[in-house]
Structures are given as structure tokens and as C-alpha cells.
């Protein structure tokens, strides 16, 4: 089968991949340069199973408030004249219902332990040079009453075979010694040992030479206009109709641009922006910069080291397509570094990025047939994208192969998300 992909980030990627080694002929067209120039370039670096839990949670409409009109909120909301907005919003907050969160997030986790073990798999098979860790993941929480959900998490995450530990702040400075500096202002902690972190920019880049190695096609720097089952049109010059690229499928890997592609054939993908920032600081003092990657979970920012740098990302900003990174959303993340790890890094030469979350109400990725035969769904992965691309792709490509998925597709499926 002859197969477009749209969009070459880590699902557009990964998917390619997998496709190929079941045999199909695929072409992956981006309007990028290269892969990962967009959300894809510069997130968290977290292969994070142990945080399964969807946004929508039945304490998000509390955060909400009461971080409301604060600059230093974790989360937050631009009212807008959108209708796709208030449409999302809605399901959003239904969604945070308990029984919805408990059902989202184990299927979230079930796609995240399996995506794990595929990323484990491709490294030993591929040459992917992604300044990868297999440290494990430390969650890190500054309020007593955090700690007090911590053993229902435990027994979600058991549930799908992902081990936790709980963890005295003495524990944690233990397992990652450049804490100690944070250690006063620590409650307590939950480590995940088989978590990983990398840099996802890399590892995109890496598997696209591996997919372009395999026979996979790209057509870069080609921005597509239109969409259907048997294949893409791009966009021309000056408005004009561009070449048309023929396809026996098409797969919708597009992030947050996906919905207004598949729009005009009558589909509401219900993937929305959220959009987030990083700063990747270089490292001045090596034994005082984390290499355990972390999670803050009191200000909702994640740590990573890659390579010789330390990648500090988080912040939630609902509220349309802006893709500026916004100065004083930026002035935090640098602050949350000195603060937690005073002089490791040459923080004022931080790079500093933001990137739009392709993200669902439910958190749940889209993945399978939509209504329109020939068009496929593998998007919608969130503030998770890293985390579940390589299971994500690996659903999709036994979905498409007509074969045993390799966890129970029903919550992705396009029709469950009303698409
Ligand atoms: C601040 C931040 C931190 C994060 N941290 C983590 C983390 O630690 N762990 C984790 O698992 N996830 C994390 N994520 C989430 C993760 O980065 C995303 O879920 C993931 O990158 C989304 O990948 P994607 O392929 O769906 O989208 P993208 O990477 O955006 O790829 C979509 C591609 O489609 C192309 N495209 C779109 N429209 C068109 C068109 N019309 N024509 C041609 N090409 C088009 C774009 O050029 C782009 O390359 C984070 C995200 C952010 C913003």
C-alpha cells in the first residue's frame, strides 16, 4: 500500500517507521526543513510512563481557578472568540469527572508502558544517537497533602506493570545528589526506575535517517492544502492549487494543525493547542546539574539532562495558535533552575523555546480509521508525545495491517473520541 504521512514530528516519524517495516511505500511530507522544527524540537525529554494522568482531572477546574489572573500559573486559559475553543473546553471539563479520569489515564498508561518497551527495542536494534538515559524519572512534590494521593497513583501505575518507589526527600537527594540544594523545600518523592529521557529532537531525526535508510520517501519544505483518502494536495504558489500527491492511504500526523486539515471533509478532530515553553541551559559545574530527569510536580515543570545542557520545560496556555515564547513565562522556567540548581548551569545563555501540545480533552491520543476510507488518525498525543509515539505507532500500524493490536485500541479509536 502506498502511504502518505502528514507531518514529520515524532508521530509522523515514528509511524513512517513502522509502516515501512510492514512493507508499505511511504512518502512523509512536511512543511518543515528537516523533521521536528515544531512541538517536536525542544519539549521536556521525558519518557515518562509513571505520569499517566490526563490534564482533565477532578482537580484541573480547581487549579484553574484558583491560579486565575496569576502570572506564575502552571496552567492557563485565554477566553477567545473560537468556537473550536469552547467546543474543546467543554469536553475538557467533562473529562475531569472521576470516573472519565480514572478510565483515560489507564488507557494512557497501558499506551505508555507499551510505548516504553518499543523505544527500549528500537535502541537496541537502530544506531539512535538521542542523548538518552535510562535513569528512571523522580517526581518531586513540596506539599504533604501531595503525598497523600500518592498510593492510589502507585496502584494505577502497578496496574500496567510500571514500578514506583515512594521516597523521603533524603531518598531523593540519594538518587539524584545535585537535589541537595531543593531538599529543604521537599516533601517527599515517587521514583520510577525504568523511566527514560532523551532528547526527542534528536531521536526524530535519528529514526528519520534510519526511515529514509529504509526506503521511507520525504518531501520537505511542502506545505499541504487539502486532504483526503487517496492522497494530499500542496500548496501552490501565490495561493495557486499545488501538486497533487496520490495516496492508497493517508495518515494525519499533523499536531495541532490536524483539525483544520481534515475539516473541510466534514471531521472535528478534537485536538487543540496548548501551548508550552523550555529553556536549554549549557553546563558550567557538571556534579551540580541533575542528570536524573525530574518533575516538579508542586509548579508542574520537568528537568532533563541532555548531553551537555539541562532542558527545563512546563506551562500550560490555552488559548489559539501564538507561537511567541513569551518572556515572562520564560523568566520562570530560568528561575525554577537557578533556584533548584544554583550555579550549574550558565543560565542567562539558556535557549529559550515554546511549542504548541497537540492535545485531546481527554489526553487520549487519536489512532485509527476516521469515517472518510483511507484517511487514519495518529495524533492528538498531548504533553505526552514522547512518551507514547512509539507505541502509538506501532497500534496504528496493526490497525492498518488488520493485525492483533498490541494494546486495546477501543479508547483511540476515532468514533470513541466522536471524530
Ligand atoms: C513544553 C513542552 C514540553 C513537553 N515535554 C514532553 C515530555 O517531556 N515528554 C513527552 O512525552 N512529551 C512532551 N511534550 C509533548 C510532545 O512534545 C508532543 O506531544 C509531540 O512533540 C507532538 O508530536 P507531533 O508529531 O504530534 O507534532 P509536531 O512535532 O508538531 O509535528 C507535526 C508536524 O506536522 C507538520 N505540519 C503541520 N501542518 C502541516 C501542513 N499543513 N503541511 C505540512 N506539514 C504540516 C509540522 O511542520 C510538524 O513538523 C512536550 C511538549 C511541550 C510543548
Known amino acids: 500500500m502506498q502511504v502518505i504521512i502528514a507531518g514529520a514530528g515524532l508521530s509522523g516519524i515514528t509511524s513512517a517507521w513502522f509502516l515501512r517495516q510492514a512493507g508499505h511505500e511511504v512518502l512523509v511530507v512536511d512543511r518543515g526543513e528537516q523533521a521536528a522544527t515544531e512541538t517536536s524540537y525542544a519539549n521536556g525529554g521525558q519518557i515518562s510512563a509513571s505520569h499517566p494522568e490526563p490534564w482533565s482531572s477532578p482537580a484541573a477546574p480547581r487549579i484553574l481557578l484558583r491560579w486565575l489572573g496569576r502570572a506564575d500559573a502552571p496552567m492557563r486559559f485565554r477566553a477567545q472568540a473560537d468556537p473550536a475553543l469552547w467546543r474543546w473546553g467543554l469536553r475538557f471539563l467533562r473529562e475531569c469527572a472521576p470516573a472519565r479520569f480514572a478510565t483515560n489515564a489507564h488507557a494512557i498508561a497501558a499506551l505508555a508502558r507499551t510505548s516504553r518497551e518499543t523505544i527500549a527495542a528500537l535502541r537496541a536494534q537502530l544506531n539512535l544517537a538521542y542523548e538518552d538515559r535510562q535513569a528512571g524519572i523522580l517526581h518531586l512534590f513540596e506539599r504533604a497533602e501531595e503525598l497523600a494521593a500518592l498510593p492510589e497513583k502507585q496502584r494505577l501505575l502497578a496496574a500496567h506493570g510500571i514500578d514506583s518507589a515512594l521516597c523521603t526527600p533524603a531518598r531523593c537527594v540519594d538518587i539524584e545528589p545535585a537535589l541537595g540544594a531543593m531538599a529543604s523545600r521537599l516533601a517527599g518523592g515517587l521514583y520510577a526506575p525504568h523511566d527514560e529521557s532523551g532528547n526527542a529532537r534528536l531521536f526524530a ?154 492535545v485531546t480533552p481527554s489526553n487520549r491520543p487519536v489512532i485509527g480509521a476516521s469515517r472518510v476510507p483511507g484517511l487514519w488518525f495518529n495524533t492528538g498525543h498531548g504533553a505526552l508525545g514522547f512518551t507514547l509515539s512509539c507505541g502509538a505507532a506501532r497500534l496504528l500500524t496493526a490497525l492498518m495491517q488488520g493485525e492483533t493490536p498490541p494494546v486495546d485500541p477501543r479508547p483511540f479509536l476515532p468514533e470513541t473520541h466522536h471524530v
Do not use: N
Open 205 to 358: 531525526r535519528a529514526l528519520a535517517a534510519e526511515c529514509a535508510r529504509a526506503g521511507v520517501r520525504f518531501r520537505w519544505q511542502s506545505t499541504i492544502a487539502a486532504v483526503d483518502g487517496q492522497g494530499a494536495t500542496l500548496a501552490g504558489a501565490e495561493g495557486d492549487t499545488g501538486e497533487r500527491l496520490r495516496a492508497d492511504a493517508v495518515v494525519i500526523c499533523a499536531g495541532s494543525f490536524g483539525a483544520a486539515l481534515v475539516h473541510p471533509l466534514g471531521l472535528r478532530l478534537p485536538v487543540y493547542p496548548v501551548k508550552g515553553f523550555s529553556i536549554t541551559a549549557p553546563v558550567r559545574e557538571a556534579q551540580r546539574a541533575p542528570t536524573v530527569s525530574l518533575t516538579d510536580e508542586s509548579r508542574r515543570i520537568v528537568c532533563s539532562r541532555l548531553g551537555e545542557t539541562v532542558r527545563v520545560a512546563g506551562m500550560a496556555d490555552i488559548g489559539g495558535f501564538d507561537r511567541t515564547p513569551h518572556p515572562a513565562r520564560i523568566a520562570l522556567l530560568r528561575r525554577w533552575l537557578e533556584q533548584s540548581f544554583p550555579s550549574a548551569t550558565y543560565s542567562d545563555e539558556a535557549e529559550a523555546w515554546c511549542g504548541l501540545r497537540p
